[in-house]
């Protein structure tokens, strides 16, 4: 399966952004999907996922702030993120999963990456 981010970009703080993740190939990879970000000299962290009966998880650090959604027919994953802060800052990876979402959500169990998109907040 492959997987392109894009919407990606600058805002202030308090502002949004919306990213989106398309994907194709074959879809049997697609069950799980989710948002990772990553900053220069640290782990890559995870931000959110979706599941195919579409129940989703949160980082604490963006509950209440971000919501994860699916198009299953346009085969897109949708990251809207409100309220940004500087600390939003990072390179953001969409990623998937062939079986159920993981919890905790953790890198080594997905199967497909982006390339990201970078986000940057000040």
């Known amino acids: 399966v492959q997987l392109v981010e894009s919407g990606g970009g600058s805002a202030q703080a308090g502002g949004s952004l919306r990213l989106s993740c398309s994907y194709s190939?074959?879809?049997?990879?697609?069950?799980?999907m989710a948002w990772f970000r990553q900053t220069p000299g640290k782990e890559r962290e995870g931000v959110a996922t979706?599941?195919?009966?579409?129940?989703?998880t949160y980082a604490d650090s963006v509950k209440g702030r971000f919501t994860i959604s699916r198009d299953n027919p346009k085969n897109t994953v949708h990251l809207q993120m409100n309220s940004l802060k500087s600390e939003d800052t990072a390179m953001y990876y969409c990623?998937?999963?062939?079986?159920?979402?993981?919890?905790?959500?953790?890198?080594?169990?997905?199967?497909?990456w982006g390339q990201g998109t970078q986000v940057t907040v000040s």
């Open positions: 190939g074959d879809i049997y990879y697609t069950a799980c």
């Open positions: 979706i599941d195919s009966d579409f129940s989703t």
């Open positions: 990623a998937a999963r062939s079986g159920p979402c993981p919890s905790p959500q953790r890198e080594a169990d997905f199967d497909a």
